[in-house]
């Protein structure tokens, strides 16, 4: 079992930057690929990020190469999502999740199965 807490979600204004956290608890943390996702009102929840287990390989959606980095520290059991230039359409709610199955360049597309989530954390970029 792997539980999952965000945090450094806020306002920032366009063109700005956060940096997002996901503490995991869990023995196996080290093990499992890690992603990122985001979930803007009235639309589905999208892939962003991942990053395998060895922090090794990583994959992004189109909409934010060049932009964000996801990167993990697994002594600390977190990973990290940097965002940089930020728009107005990254607005969302972003979550972790936890997937020891997922291939990172295919987890867009599997991540209905994957069960460990975190609960969530608002960023919202003014213009």
């Known amino acids: 079992q792997v539980q999952l807490v965000e945090s450094g979600g806020g306002l920032v204004q366009a063109g700005g930057s956060l940096r997002l956290s996901c503490a995991a608890s869990?023995?196996?943390?080290?093990?499992?690929?890690m992603g990122w996702f985001r979930q803007a009102p009235g639309k589905e929840r999208e892939f962003v990020a991942a990053i395998t287990w060895s922090g090794g390989s990583t994959y992004y959606a189109d909409f934010v190469k060049g932009r964000f980095t996801i990167s993990r520290d697994n002594v600390k059991n977190t990973v990290y999502l940097q965002m940089n230039s930020l728009k107005p359409e990254d607005t969302a709610v972003h979550y972790c999740a936890a997937d020891p199955y997922a291939r990172i360049d295919r987890w867009a597309a599997t991540m209905k199965s994957s069960d460990f989530w975190g609960q969530g954390t608002q960023v919202t970029v003014s213009s």
């Open positions: 869990g023995r196996t943390f080290g093990r499992y690929p």
